[in-house]
């Protein structure tokens, strides 16, 4: 009989939490015990997994008692609290909040790009998930760096309501139905009206202008390629869509670019989806991407303003394919052994 696992999801309400037992479910991973955990004022729900439902606890420093891996889809404060509790309990964290990225000394995984990351999780026992849109390009931009080493890329990362949680969700549903009906709508989560509207924001900016995201985004990209003095240039915008992220990239790398080649390596690659037929009106969207686990890639084209010159548009499901998925595959490899 095969092991089953004792496991614990902090922040089991949040969107990305609720998506995590989606996929925990769907890949049956072999659960032998489910701890759901959040803050005082989700205390009492019920979740359902696996044809049950399970009582939601509150988190505190004696609930990973016995847990072998921990999920954190919680607030980067509360991961940065919690993560070395839940260690020093014995069990390995996988954290999505982005309060361990910047740590040397924690690896940052993807598996699709670089699975053997996941060795040096034995030191603090944590393991960092990248941020959404990070993890939608490296997937996308692993198979052309093998073709040519990347040189330098230009993003423009556009961005779900639901990456700011339920809260940015319900703010845009509210919006939208104040305005069709002619009153006004107050900004409350996002720093303007976000409905019928797009952001250049998606958190504060540094000194130099450049926001918390885009920041995020450059060093995610180039931890994950191991290409620490990769040029990149971000911008990110919020845009009034419930799900998926999407993003427009120059590429520029070191050698010659051809279309057929990026394209077959593309389609050839696992995690993503070659959509990439715009004259017949088929090409990646967010709406077609949500649900999905593949990145899909499309709007192929070469740049002629300059050599290694490559253009692409790709959409993927933030929550899924750019968070849930890519962490229950950690822990698949890490516990199960279990590759695609």
């Not at 390995?92 to 990351?117: K, M, Q, T, Y």
């Not at 976000?194 to 985004?217: R, S, Y």
């Not at 290409?227 to 419930?242: C, D, I, K, N, Q």
């Not at 990145?295 to 750019?322: H, I």
Request: glycine share 10%; proline share 6%; charged share 20%.
């Amino acid at each position: 009989m095969s092991k089953e696992f004792h496991i614990a999801v902090v922040g089991a309400t949040g969107v990305v939490g609720r998506q995590l037992l989606e996929i925990l479910e769907e890949r049956d991973f072999p659960v032998a015990q489910l701890r759901l955990l959040a803050s005082e004022r989700s205390d009492g729900e019920f979740l359902d997994f696996r044809g049950g439902s399970l009582l939601v606890q509150r988190l505190d420093e004696e609930a990973f008692a016995g847990i072998d891996l921990a999920f954190f889809c919680a607030p980067a404060a509360v991961s940065a609290r919690f993560c070395p509790i839940a260690a020093g309990a014995g069990a390995v964290c996988i954290d999505f909040s982005g309060a361990w990225r910047i740590d040397a000394d924690v690896p940052l995984v993807l598996p699709e790009v670089n699975p053997h990351e996941i060795a040096r999780a034995r030191g603090k026992k944590i393991i960092a998930i990248p941020g959404a849109a990070a993890a939608a390009l490296a997937v996308a931009l692993k198979p052309l760096h093998q073709l040519s080493p990347l040189r330098r890329l230009v993003v423009t990362s556009v961005q779900a309501v639901s990456g700011a949680g339920q809260a940015g969700i319900d703010e845009l549903r509210v919006q939208c139905g104040e305005l069709l009906n002619g009153r006004p709508c107050d900004a409350k989560v996002f720093p303007r009206q976000i409905a019928f509207n797009c952001l250049p924001q998606n958190g504060p900016f540094d000194a130099d202008g450049v926001d918390a995201e885009e920041a995020a985004l450059v060093h995610d990209l180039r931890r994950l390629l191991d290409l620490p003095e990769l040029g990149v240039s971000a911008t990110a915008v919020r845009v009034p869509v419930f799900y998926g992220y999407s993003a427009a990239v120059n590429v520029e790398a070191q050698g010659a670019l051809s279309l057929p080649q990026a394209r077959a390596a593309l389609a050839a690659t696992p995690g993503v989806a070659l959509i990439d037929e715009p004259a017949e009106g088929d090409y990646p969207t967010p709406v077609d991407a949500a649900g999905q686990d593949e990145v899909q890639v499309g709007r192929l084209r070469v740049d002629g303003s300059r050599p290694g010159g490559l253009d692409l548009w790709l959409a993927a499901d933030n929550l899924r394919a750019g968070a849930a998925l890519p962490a229950v595959r950690v822990a698949e490899l890490l516990f199960l052994g279990r590759e695609e």
